[in-house]
C-alpha cells in the first residue's frame, strides 16, 4: 500500500518568517507535534517541531534581567531561524513498509511527503501509520488470533490457510514471523470469528503446535548488531 492512500493531505504548515508563538498556537489549537515550513511556492525547506519551540522559549533560570529583555528577543526570532533544514521525506509512491522502517530507523514522529519537485503535498505521522495497518490487518473487526508453530518449508502456509478455509472461516490477516527457531515458523492468523475451537483442534491433528500469542515475545527475534 502506497503513502499517498494513508497519508494526511490537509497539512497544516508554516513559512519561515512566522513568529514563534504562532507556530505554537498552531500546534496546540492541532493538536500536532511538528510544522512543515515551505516557502511561498509551498517548496518544503525545513520542519519546527514543539521541542524546537520550547528550547527557543525562556528559561526559568533567567535574571531577572535577562527575563526582561526574552519579549524582545522573542519577537525578533521567526521560524526560519530555528527550524531543522534538514528534513527527512518520503514520495508518495513510498510504502507503508517503507515508511515504518524509516520511523524506526529515526527518531522522529511524521515525515513530510513531497513531490518530484519537492513541494509539500501531505504528511505521514505514526497516527496514520496505525489507522493504515489496522485497516490493512482487519483488527478492527471483532475477531481471534490464533499462534501456529509451523514447519518452515514450502507448501505449509497453504495447508493453515485450506485447513481454515474449509471450516468457511473469514480471515482478517495472516502474518508469518519469519525468525523463530531452526527450520520454524510462526504463523499469526487472524480469524473474523470468536468460534475457532474446532479449527484449533483441526490443526493440532494435522500436526500444528498452537500455541498462546501471548507467550510470543519479540525477544525472540534475532537481535541487531
Not at 54 to 75: D, I, W
Not at 169 to 188: D, M, T
Request: net charge neutral.
Amino acid at each position: 500500500m502506497f503513502i499517498d492512500k494513508s497519508m494526511t493531505r490537509s497539512v497544516i504548515s508554516v513559512g519561515p518568517d512566522a513568529g514563534l508563538l504562532e507556530a505554537r498556537e498552531l500546534m496546540n489549537r492541532h493538536r500536532i507535534h511538528q510544522l512543515p515550513v515551505v516557502d511561498r511556492d509551498n517548496t518544503l525547506i525545513g520542519i519546527v517541531t514543539d521541542r524546537d519551540l520550547l528550547r527557543a522559549m525562556p528559561s526559568g533560570l533567567l535574571t531577572e534581567a535577562e527575563a526582561q529583555r526574552e519579549p524582545e528577543r522573542l519577537a525578533q526570532l521567526t521560524i526560519g531561524d530555528i527550524m531543522s533544514r534538514n528534513v527527512i521525506t518520503v514520495s508518495p509512491l513510498h510504502t507503508l513498509e517503507d515508511a515504518l522502517l524509516l520511523m524506526e530507523r529515526t527518531p522522529v514522529g511524521a515525515f513530510p511527503v513531497v513531490d518530484q519537485q519537492g513541494k509539500l503535498i501531505g504528511i505521514i505521522s505514526v497516527r496514520d501509520l496505525m489507522r493504515a495497518f489496522i485497516n490493512v490487518l482487519g483488527i478492527h473487526e471483532p475477531g481471534t488470533l490464533l499462534c501456529i508453530l509451523a514447519e518452515d518449508k514450502l507448501g505449509t502456509m497453504k495447508r493453515i490457510v485450506d485447513a481454515i478455509s474449509e471450516e468457511r472461516i473469514a480471515f482478517g490477516s495472516v502474518l508469518v514471523a519469519r525468525h523463530w527457531e531452526e527450520g520454524k515458523r510462526a504463523v499469526f492468523p487472524y480469524l473474523l470469528s470468536s468460534n475457532v475451537a474446532h479449527v484449533k483442534r483441526k490443526l493440532e491433528k494435522l500436526g500444528f503446535q498452537l500455541l498462546n500469542p501471548m507467550d510470543w515475545y519479540l525477544d525472540r527475534l534475532p537481535k541487531k548488531d
